[in-house]
């Protein structure tokens, strides 16, 4: 469900009011089969069925208020905007292994419950020097907050299974701002530069029951990490005639660990294969060059590009 409303203070001055609510679910079965096979005897070392089952819940909403301030009618403009959201996913899941050898059974729930809430504001300045000119800065900072709590139960002995306790805790702030312009010379040449600048910090902790102290609850807490980092960026394009066209590109981009990444949560759906994040997970720096060429017709055109990222 979405909704929104504009008031317009004047021509060039307008507050926005809106948000959204969700509700949404799903629901997924698998069957496994799995045989391993010793093949200096034929022996058959392990062969079972697992049925594994998950329902889902992921209600969500968001509410944000903007304001925009036209400047002028060349195109020149200020947007900023204060926005929350908050998200949760509550998953039961279900696996039930029967062992074909030894006509065993074994059933299995697993209960998580992620909570994710974030605050954003931001604000973005367009300033349109000439026809073919303009400026672009800007600010954002993002506030996360999430909390994933998930458990296990051994439906057969109607106890919990202290080895799939979890809860992880995850704090981060990321303030960024940027600095762009864009101009085209002679008619025939494109120029945009840039640079982003970003301070991150982020904190977090898990707890987990402790096998070797009486399933006692211990807590983790991951080294709190903080950095500030550049992204600069360039694109440059030449028009020739005949319609071609040249581009080269050149960005420096980050990619952080999410989710399942950085939580550990261990997923025993696969008992062969189980997996869990690690949250000592640090961030992906990339540099990237790009050159294409583009040529057009009436009814066609063709493209090619190369790339080198590091």
Known sequence: LRGGIDYHLNEKHTLSLGGFGMIGGGNSNSLITN????????????????????EDNHPGMNLSLDYKFDIDKKGSNLLASVAYSKFSRESESSYILTDLINAGKSDISQASNGQNNELQIKADYTKKITESSRIEAGYQSTIQQRSSPSSGFDNNTNTE????????????????????????????????AGLRAEYLTKESEYTYKDANDGWAEKTVTIQPKSALQLFPSAYLSYSLPGNNEFQLNYTRRVNRPRGRQINPFRDFSDSTNISYGNPNLDPEYSTAFEFNYIKSWDNHSLSASAYYRF
């Open 35 to 54: 045989k391993t096979t010793d093949y200096t005897n034929g022996s058959i070392l392990r062969n079972y069925l697992r049925n594994n089952s998950d």
């Open 161 to 192: 299974i202290n080895a799939y306790y979890n809860l992880f805790d995850y704090k981060e702030q990321n303030h960024a701002a940027y600095f762009t312009y864009g101009n085209r010379f002679f008619n025939n040449l494109s120029l945009q």
